[in-house]
Structure formats: C-alpha cells, structure tokens
C-alpha cells in the first residue's frame, strides 16, 4: 500500500509508548509522532502496554513455538476459554448459536479464508453442494485470493480480477435507500439461497472503503433474511471487533450472534500477528468424523503461536482491570463534539462516527481510494507529528483507547490546519491570488 517511487523516506521508529512513536525521520531529526491510527487499527490499549510486554517476556522464557496439531499448550488453551467465554457474553441476548469453537491463523485475511472453507465445507460434509458466497458492495476482507474474491472489485484487486472465484456483491445499504438492497438480498436468495454457503459482512462499518457506515437495523434485517436460507452468517470482525465501534463486536449491536467470526488485529492489543475463526458446534461437529479424510484441512505454521496467545491473554485481563469501555465513550464523545465542527465546513462532505472512529470525507472531484487529498494531508500531519494515513479523500482518527481528551484535541486542531492547508494549495492551483484572505471558519478547536 505504499508507492515507493514517491513516497519519500520512511520514518524509522526506535521505540514507542502509549499513543507516541518515537524515532527519527529521513533527514535523522528526532521525533514523537501521535499514532492516530492505532498502527493500522491494530493497537488498542497503546504501545508497550506493561502488562502485555511482561506476558510474552514471561511467555518467551518457557515456550515460544510449537506445531498445533496433535499438540496443545497451557497459553492457547487458556486464552480458547477466555476468548470464547468474551465472545459469548458480549451476544448474550443475541439470536442464533454461539461460538463453542476457535481456529487460530496469522492474521485477519487468513481468518476470513477459513471461515469461506468452513462454510463450504460444513454444507458439503451435510450433503448439500453450497459454492457461492454472498458479500456488500465496498466490502474488503484481506489479500489473499479467498479474501480478495469475497471483498468488492475495485482497486485494492482489479489487477487479480480474472484470478478470483464469482462472488454477488449486494448493493451497499446507504441510509435511507436500505430498502434496494433488502430488494437486491430478496431476489438473490429467491434464485440461489440454496447454493450459498455463506453471506460475509463487516458489521456496521466497512473500513478499508473510507470507514463507510450502515444500521445496526439493517445488518439484523439482513441476517433474518439469510437464516430463512439456512445461508450461514460470517461475521469479519478483524477491524469492528474489540471495542472499534463502541461495543466489544459491532454485530451484537445487531442483536445476532453469527455462525463464523473472524478476529484479528486488536485481539492482541497489537503486539503480535494473530487471526483467529470462532465457529458453532454445528460447524465444528460437520468435520468430526471416524475417517481422516473428514478433517478440516487447513494450517498455518504459527497457528496457536504461544507468544501471540500470551499477548491476547494479556489484552483480555486489560478489558478486565481498567476501564476500557469508559475511555472509549470518552472518546467517542469527543469524536462527536468535534463532528459539529468539522461538518460545517464547506470543503468537508460529510462526518462519520462511530464509537472510537471519526471519519472526515473530503469533497473531492477525485473520491476514492486514488483521490490525491491524500498526500497533502498526510505530509502535513507528518509535520505537525501526528500520523493519520488518509484513505483517498477520506481522513480517518482511530486512536489508541488511552489517549487523553488534550491528545485528541491536538489531532482536530491539527487537522483543521491541514484541511486549511489543503484549501489553499487548491486555491493557489486554481490561480486563486486571495488564497490567504480566504475565511476560515474555525481558528482554534475549543
């Protein structure tokens, strides 16, 4: 995700703490940069969280790997009850079964390739041919060629288009034009709900398209709809899972517990590379057979690696001893006091937030992912030592859940400066000699 024949030199981060990286840039200047973005949504409770580094320093010294099959250890099975009992408390009230069983991999991609196999694979060990799969429009799952066929064609796989199995995109449901796509799901179930395995959502909110939202509402609606096809719900929870939009998983605020979940990202507070399928006893029962041909065939080297298990150990008492939920209300309160700010701008389309994300879609003749709003803001943030890392003409926060409500403060302020900066370079392209007498409508974020 990084051209490098105009990217410039990276920044080279020699250690980092709570919200901060610390390092130098490319000309060796040393610098503390605001991580506004959770090092890609990854970093929840902050960088070098003591009670995560002092689990895998602890972990290291007894175990750091060991193969996953025939064999167990101590961490990965305390960390299975932990997470599953998480899991089922944060859906208790749901609709639908609850996970009873975990398939470890090495990141959210992957954890989304085995959910699609697990799906497929449940119906044809039941007798039934179930080969299609049913996905959003704006959907992104991964980069792998599973993930890449489930997410929606567009740039992030356009190159790989020929190389990747058919896949129904439902038109995604903006607000207030829900009822096209109940419409499109309708007709789609009608003709092939009997041929499909599964149906994968983000839920409530797509992130890689530009943090683009949707009805808890609907997403129940949709499920409703798919479970009269006995079409099995796969919930991609890598970024919405662990606290991103306000609740511990985006699809309880649905009021549905789905059959496969895949996690990753936050799971380990961000420390280490984990992904992670939670599926039913139903799902799991389908591969329990006498014969080993029955089994669930699929591996990853580092599944059930015993230092990530440590690290997500670690994360979970973290949601048990501090007030988590707490600083994200915090934060989302913050998010949309300053959502009145930024939306009245004239340069601003439109605001998003949800729980701990804000997002700010730039108005741009160039939306999308290629929109060159990206790069001045980006380099001016840089400047001002925050990272946010635009995704085309939408700039997005997504902190870190210890950042105090001063640390938020400089992220506004210093995004307001760039959007005034990014008004001016346009107006300065467009020939514009009153560029600096140009208004602003905000000087200083209260």
């Given at each position: 995700m990084t051209q490098h024949k105009i990217a410039g030199p990276a920044f080279n981060v020699e250690s980092a703490e709570g919200i901060y990286l610390h390092g130098r840039d490319g000309d060796g200047i040393e610098r503390s940069?605001?991580?506004?973005?959770?090092?890609?949504?990854?970093?929840?409770?902050?960088?070098?969280?003591?009670?995560?580094?002092?689990?895998?320093?602890?972990?290291?010294?007894?175990?750091?790997?060991?193969?996953?099959?025939?064999?167990?250890?101590?961490?990965?099975?305390?960390?299975?009850?932990?997470?599953?009992?998480?899991?089922?408390?944060?859906?208790?009230?749901?609709?639908?079964?609850?996970?009873?069983?975990?398939?470890?991999?090495?990141s959210g991609s992957t954890a989304v390739e085995v959910a699609i196999k697990m799906?497929?694979?449940?119906?044809?060990?039941?007798?039934?041919?179930?080969?299609?799969?049913?996905?959003?429009?704006?959907?992104?799952?991964?980069?792998t060629f599973g993930a890449m066929s489930a997410s929606s064609r567009g740039i992030f796989n356009e190159d790989w288009a020929d190389m990747l199995f058919d896949v129904t995109h439902l038109p995604f449901p903006e607000q207030g034009n829900e009822v096209k796509t109940f419409q499109a799901l309708e007709r789609y179930l009608k003709k092939h709900g009997k041929e499909t395995a599964g149906f994968v959502f983000e839920p409530i909110v797509q992130g890689s398209v530009g943090f683009r939202m949707y009805s808890p509402m609907v997403l129940q609606k949709m499920a409703q709809m798919?479970?009269?096809?006995?079409?099995?719900?796969?919930?991609?929870?890598?970024?919405?899972?662990?606290?991103?939009?306000?609740?511990?998983?985006?699809?309880?605020?649905?009021?549905?517990?789905?059959?496969?979940?895949?996690?990753?990202?936050?799971?380990?507070?961000?420390?280490?590379?984990?992904?992670?399928?939670?599926?039913?006893?139903?799902?799991?029962?389908?591969?329990?057979?006498?014969?080993?041909?029955?089994?669930?065939?699929?591996?990853?080297?580092?599944?059930?690696?015993?230092?990530?298990?440590?690290a997500a150990m670690a994360s979970l008492k973290i949601w048990d001893d501090e007030p988590v939920l707490e600083r994200i209300q915090n934060i989302e309160n913050a998010h949309r006091t300053a959502s009145s700010w930024f939306g009245v701008r004239p340069d601003v389309k439109e605001v998003r937030v949800k729980g701990t994300i804000f997002a700010?879609?730039?108005?741009?003749?160039?939306?999308?992912?290629?929109?060159?709003?990206?790069?001045?803001?980006?380099?001016?943030?840089?400047?001002?030592?925050?990272?946010?890392?635009?995704?085309?003409?939408?700039?997005?926060?997504?902190?870190?859940?210890?950042?105090?409500?001063?640390?938020?403060?400089?992220?506004?302020?210093?995004?307001?400066?760039?959007?005034?900066?990014?008004?001016?370079?346009?107006?300065?392209?467009?020939g514009d000699d009153e560029a600096e007498q140009m208004p602003r409508v905000r000087q200083k974020v209260a």
């Open positions: 940069i605001i991580d506004g973005i959770s090092s890609w949504w990854v970093n929840t409770h902050g960088h070098c969280h003591p009670t995560i580094v002092e689990a895998v320093r602890g972990q290291a010294g007894k175990l750091e790997q060991v193969v996953f099959a025939g064999f167990t250890h101590d961490t990965a099975e305390r960390l299975t009850r932990k997470l599953l009992s998480t899991v089922r408390a944060a859906f208790d009230g749901c609709e639908g079964r609850k996970p009873e069983f975990c398939f470890y991999s090495d799906a497929v694979g449940y119906f044809k060990a039941n007798g039934q041919k179930r080969n299609r799969i049913l996905a959003m429009d704006g959907a992104y799952h991964g980069d798919c479970r009269e096809y006995d079409v099995l719900l796969i919930a991609d929870e890598v970024m919405t899972g662990f606290g991103r939009t306000g609740t511990m998983f985006a699809s309880a605020q649905a009021a549905i517990s789905p059959d496969l979940m895949c996690l990753s990202k936050g799971l380990t507070g961000g420390f280490l590379p984990m992904g992670a399928t939670l599926a039913s006893k139903e799902i799991y029962k389908a591969f329990y057979r006498d014969e080993k041909g029955g089994m669930f065939l699929h591996s990853t080297s580092f599944t059930g690696n015993a230092l990530s298990c440590a700010v879609e730039v108005s741009d003749e160039k939306a999308g992912y290629l929109s060159d709003v990206a790069g001045p803001i980006y380099n001016f943030m840089m400047a001002n030592n925050v990272l946010l890392r635009p995704i085309g003409n939408v700039v997005y926060i997504l902190p870190p859940y210890c950042i105090e409500m001063h640390e938020l403060e400089r992220i506004y302020d210093s995004l307001w400066r760039a959007l005034d900066h990014l008004r001016d370079l346009r107006a300065v392209d467009q």
